[in-house]
């Protein structure tokens, strides 16, 4: 059992920036693909970025590709999500997942039922 927490979300106006964090209780976090997921309100969960194992492969959704940064630490268990130029369409609760194992494409990465555990979610609100 892997519990995942976010924090960093908040308001913030158009065109600034915020980081989220998601730390991970599990001694084997290495082994665990991570992704960051949103939802709005009335939308279906979309994906935003993932990365593998090691940190050598990242992939993001082009609504967030150039803007987005994710990183993770697999020393401190945690998985990061810089989100810059901050844009009102990004407003959504913003979900921190992890996938059991070592294997990430963009097809694979990018779906939700690939990931095992979730977070409870961060708001994100960007103001225009």
């Known amino acids: 059992q892997v519990q995942l927490v976010e924090s960093g979300g908040g308001l913030v106006q158009a065109g600034a920036s915020l980081r989220l964090s998601c730390a991970a209780s599990t001694r084997t976090f290495s082994g665990y693909t991570m992704g960051w997921f949103r939802q709005a309100p009335g939308k279906e969960r979309e994906f935003v970025a993932a990365?593998?194992?090691?940190?050598?492969?990242?992939f993001y959704s082009d609504s967030v590709k150039g803007r987005f940064i994710i990183s993770r630490d697999n020393v401190k268990n945690m998985v990061y999500l810089q989100m810059n130029s901050l844009k009102p369409e990004d407003t959504a609760v913003y979900y921190c997942?992890?996938?059991?194992?070592?294997?990430?494409?963009?097809?694979?990465?990018?779906?939700?039922?690939?990931?095992?555990?979730w977070g409870q979610g961060t708001q994100v609100t960007v103001s225009s």
């Open positions: 990365i593998n194992w090691s940190g050598a492969n990242t």
């Open positions: 997942a992890a996938k059991v194992g070592y294997y990430c494409s963009a097809y694979v990465c990018s779906a939700p039922s690939q990931y095992n555990y």
